[in-house]
Every structure is written in structure tokens, then in C-alpha cells.
């Protein structure tokens, strides 16, 4: 979602919070009384194996880790040194370790062997006790049997190779352990299994077509305990591909002579127009949460600040259940100085994409892969420079293939995606930008063509057939301004409106700019079905938690 894009959708009560259905209520219901029942049994399993425990002479080897050791005040010793899963390797073959990590999958052999998979930001290693005079007792493997998936483990071991290669780690290698501690045990019945939250729907389609059912998380139960959702190797690529896409961002901007500002949040008035606002008391005056940080950074303009970006929150109370629309997203805005055109303000876009696409592509396909795993997706098209189309030209295609539509209205979504296939067609290219967009369905602070049409100096682009960004050159003529705000239906006379305008009477140069949402551009450049898999805790008209 681009942070310009204006709604027209009916307000949703920012207060209200999804209840909870009764047949989910039951569910939860069963789910505590069964972690209750599995939490006993395992406190009397964790104490039968503490009793044994005693009378073992390696007992100090393992055990829980007290809440009195880990809140110790202690100076920090600098001996105890861990080593990351992902940097276990063979040149650690015959090293002590120690790792910390969470307790993926525990397999017992008998009693005298157990099998335990440690992952740590995506990464596993399998790890193996054997009983061993004077190195692991079967107390030791008896209590790392009674340990609950997903709890929080430090081991202690020796690096060895395997002798056939291993398929149900990443690492390679092995640990034999010497020491094993709990941290924090976790509850012993989860909402869903990691391995089931991991799975492809390919994997899930094939078991299916030979007979058997795998298990299939479903979205809602994702986003309930979205703190373990997250835990999966697909979700922490997703979440590292959007940091990287802010890193070279941040990167982009610099280079050009731009620099980061933060704008307010709350704001006197709607800053959009339109209904979709959040409405608040701010110390007893009515208020609202930005739409965006449109005022705010061409007031930054008019302070002669030159080109500015900012990558913050943005608010829009949508009543839209649709899979591309939030009431809360990450926005990336840009504002800067036309010199003599606003195509400026598209060759930045041009650029900050190209590049962005080709260091996702180059430096990150290590995260690509595994996201691609889950969610099976053809790599993005784009060319070396980006297309562009006028809103004419993209209407004349549209009528060729027999699709009508209004010449000066705005494409409805699937109007856009009819016309990205048909760009894709045509020029081979899944990104592109379309500009000159008619007057009437652009924001009241976009310029107007000054040749006598009904056009505006404005551009919206696309990935895939869907929309990311709007853009365009601003009013910065004050009395005009107050004329197209008024056309717009906006009230000029609210102290947010009314301070926007009059702040263009005292000398500002032509400017323009952008805004685009960064879960819509990972959605869209990984082809996932829904934004909420790129939102870290989704905010939509019907979920306000986690």
C-alpha cells in the first residue's frame, strides 16, 4: 500500500478489538486444559528425573537452569563464549562448544541414547547423547527426553562429523554433548508444530495426491500466536529481505543527498481527506492518527530541507478485507526539489528500484531460497531502465485487448492486473510505472497538466499487476492549493488543512514525491498471496492483537 493512496472506505471503530468466535473460544479452551494436563504430567517427569538425578555423580552436567542464575547480578566473566548454529562447520571438527538455542525435535533411542535437533535463527544442528562412563549418564539422557519442544537449551559438546551427511539439520556436523541445561522450558503443548508452519502447500498438495494428510496451518491461527509463527526459517527471511530492502534504501538516499526525518503521527485533521481516519482525543481535542506524512514533509520543503525521506508508520482505518490492505503499514516516503520536471522525481523511483531489485537478487538469494521453499515464486522481470507509460498509452493497450474502461477514471484492481499482464506481454517487464494520471482521481495537492487537458503531473507504479506507489508533482501555490482542496471536498478552514496551505505563502520551489508500503513490495516481489505475511503483527479492521 502506498502511503499517498487515498481510501474512500467507511471508518472502523479504532477502539473495537476482534472478539474471539465461540467455536475459537472453545478451541482456546481446550488448548489451555490440555497444556494444564501436559504441564503436570511433565513437572512430575522433570521431578522423577530430578530424584534420580541425585545420586548420579554427573548430575552438575545437566538440569533447569534457576531463575535466581539467570537474574544474577554477577560480573560478566567473558569465559563463557557460545558459538551460533550457522557458523558450526567442519573446520570445528574435535572443538568444544557451547550452543544455545531451542529444542526443535527430541528422538530417544532405548535409554541410553536421545537425539536432539537445536535451532537458532533458522539453523539446526543435530546434537547426540550416548551414555558414556564418566561423560553422559542415562539420568542425562532421561532428562533431555523429558524436555518439551521450542524450549529455550544450552549445550555444551564436542564438534564431530557425521559419517553419512545429514538431512534434517542445516549444519552439517554434529554435536556430542557433554553438557545439557534447560533455560526456559516451553509449554508442553503448542498451538501448532513448528515442522507443520513450515510446510509448503506443494508438500502438502503431493501428500494428498498419495494418500496422506499433513497437517495445514491456517492463517488465522498463524496470526494468533504470530510470536511463533514467526519462528520459522520462511518468515525470518521474509522479515530480514524487508530490513535489507530498508538498508538499501537508506543506502540510495544518501548517495543522492537526501536525508531521514520523522514527521508527527497525530494530527489535528485528516491529512488525506476521506473517511478512512483513526479518530482520537488528543488532551481533550478531537484528533487523528496520519494518513500519511504527506503535510509534514512538504512543510520540510518549504524549510528548505531540499530532498527528504522517511521510512515510518502510517495509519489508514480500512474496512477493506482484502489481501493487500492494512490499517497499519511501514511506509517509504520521499519529497523532493524539482528542478525542471517532475520525470525527476520518476527517475529516482527508476533507480532506487533497479538498484534494490538487483542487490536483493545479488546479496540476499541465500534468503530468496528459503522463502522460495515455502512459497514457490518466478523471479521478478524489470528492465535496466524502468518502462513508462502515460495513463493514455496504458488505456490504448487495455482497448486493443478489448477491455473498456473509462478514459478519465481510475483502473479498479483488476483492471491493473489485466493491464500488467498485457505490459508483460508486450515488454517483458513485471514492474513498470504508469504517469499522467486524469485529475479528477488524484489527491487535492497533486499539480494539474498545465495543457489545457484533465490530466495531472502524477504517476502511480506497478509490480506484478498491482499498485505500490503514487507519486507526482505538488501544489505549491498557495491559492491554488485552497482552489483544488475546496474542488476536493476537503474543509479548508480545519487547523490542519488551513496551516498547510497558508505555510506555501511565504516562497516554496516546485517539489514532488512519493509514498510506497514495504510489506506490499515484499508481497509483490515474492509473489505471496497476502500482506499479512510480510506485516511482523498484522493490524487489519478485525485484529488489533498480538
Known amino acids: 500500500m502506498s502511503s499517498e493512496e487515498p481510501s474512500q472506505n467507511p471508518t472502523v471503530d479504532e477502539s473495537s478489538e476482534k472478539k474471539l468466535s465461540k467455536k475459537e473460544t472453545a478451541k482456546h479452551a481446550r488448548l489451555l486444559e490440555r497444556q494444564k494436563a501436559a504441564a503436570a504430567s511433565a513437572a512430575a517427569a522433570v521431578s522423577a528425573v530430578a530424584l534420580e538425578g541425585d545420586e548420579d555423580p554427573l548430575r552438575t552436567n545437566y538440569g533447569d537452569i534457576t531463575l535466581k542464575e539467570l537474574a544474577s547480578s554477577k560480573p560478566i566473566s567473558g569465559k563463557k563464549k557460545r558459538t551460533l548454529v550457522q557458523d558450526l562447520n567442519d573446520g570445528l571438527k574435535g572443538n568444544m562448544v557451547v550452543v544455545r538455542g531451542r529444542a526443535q525435535a527430541i ?14 535463527r533458522g539453523c539446526t544442528v543435530q546434537c547426540i547423547l550416548t551414555v558414556s562412563q564418566d561423560l553422559v549418564s542415562s539420568q542425562m539422557v532421561k532428562f533431555a527426553t523429558s524436555l518439551t519442544r521450542e524450549s529455550i537449551i544450552e549445550i555444551e559438546g564436542l564438534v564431530s562429523l557425521p559419517a553419512q551427511p545429514i538431512t534434517g539439520a542445516t549444519q552439517q556436523v554434529e554435536i556430542q554433548v557433554r553438557k545439557l541445561y534447560c533455560v526456559d522450558r516451553a509449554a508442553p503443548t503448542l498451538p501448532f508444530n513448528f515442522d507443520d508452519a513450515a510446510r509448503s502447500d506443494v508438500d502438502i498438495e503431493k501428500a494428498l495426491q498419495a494418500g496422506e494428510q499433513l497437517v495445514r496451518v491456517n492463517q488465522d491461527t498463524r496470526l494468533n500466536y504470530r510470536f511463533l509463527d514467526i519462528r520459522t526459517p520462511t518468515n525470518l527471511g521474509i522479515f530480514r529481505l524487508q530490513y535489507q530492502i530498508q538498508k538499501v534504501s537508506r543506502v540510495h538516499f544518501r548517495a543522492r543527498h537526501f536525508f531521514g526525518i520523522h514527521t508527527p503521527k497525530t494530527l489535528a485533521g485528516s491529512s488525506e481527506g476521506g473517511s478512512a481516519v483513526f479518530r482520537l482525543d488528543y488532551k481533550g481535542t478531537p484528533a487523528c492518527l496520519a494518513q500519511s506524512p504527506q503535510l509534514h514533509k512538504q512543510l520540510s520543503i518549504c524549510g528548505d530541507f531540499d530532498r527528504v525521506f522517511e521510512i515510518g508508520p502510517v495509519f489508514r482505518a480500512e ?5 493487500r490492505h492494512l490499517c497499519e503499514f511501514t511506509g517509504l516516503d520521499v519529497e523532493m526539489e524539482i528542478d525542471e520536471h517532475y520525470s525527476e522525481v520518476m527517475d529516482i523511483v527508476d533507480r532506487l528500484f533497479v538498484t534494490m531489485f538487483d542487490f536483493l537478487n545479488e546479496e540476499c538469494s541465500e534468503l530468496l531460497e528459503v522463502i522460495n521453499r515455502q512459497y514457490p515464486f518466478k523471479p521478478l522481470k ?12 496504458g488505456i490504448q493497450i487495455l482497448k486493443e485487448a478489448g477491455v473498456e474502461v473509462d478514459p478519465l477514471g481510475d483502473l479498479s484492481t483488476e483492471t491493473e492486473r489485466k493491464l500488467g499482464q498485457l505490459v508483460l506481454e508486450k515488454y517483458d517487464t513485471e ?6 494520471y486524469p485529475l479528477s482521481v488524484r489527491p487535492f495537492y497533486t499539480m494539474p497538466s498545465h495543457d489545457g487537458t484533465e490530466y495531472s503531473n502524477s504517476f502511480d507504479v506497478f509490480i506484478r499487476g498491482e499498485e505500490i506507489i503514487s507519486g507526482g508533482q505538488r501544489v505549491h501555490v498557495a491559492d491554488l492549493l485552497r482552489e483544488r482542496a475546496q474542488a476536493c471536498g476537503i474543509d479548508v478552514t480545519s487547523k490542519t488543512i488551513s496551516t498547510y496551505i497558508d505555510s506555501f505563502r511565504y516562497g516554496t520551489a516546485p517539489h514532488g514525491g512519493f509514498g510506497v508500503g514495504l510489506e506490499r513490495v515484499v508481497m509483490l516481489f515474492c509473489a505471496l498471496n497476502n500482506i499479512r505475511k510480510t506485516s511482523l503483527f498484522p493490524r487489519d479492521p478485525q485484529r488489533i492483537v498480538p
Do not use: N
Open 107 to 120: 528422538r530417544a533411542v532405548g535409554k541410553k541414547m536421545a537425539f536432539l535437533v537445536v535451532r537458532r
Open 319 to 323: 474496512d477493506s478485507f482484502t489481501h
Open 382 to 393: 524489470y528492465l535496466r531502465k524502468t518502462l513508462r507509460l502515460s495513463f493514455e498509452e
Open 431 to 436: 514492474f513498470y510505472i504508469l504517469y499522467r
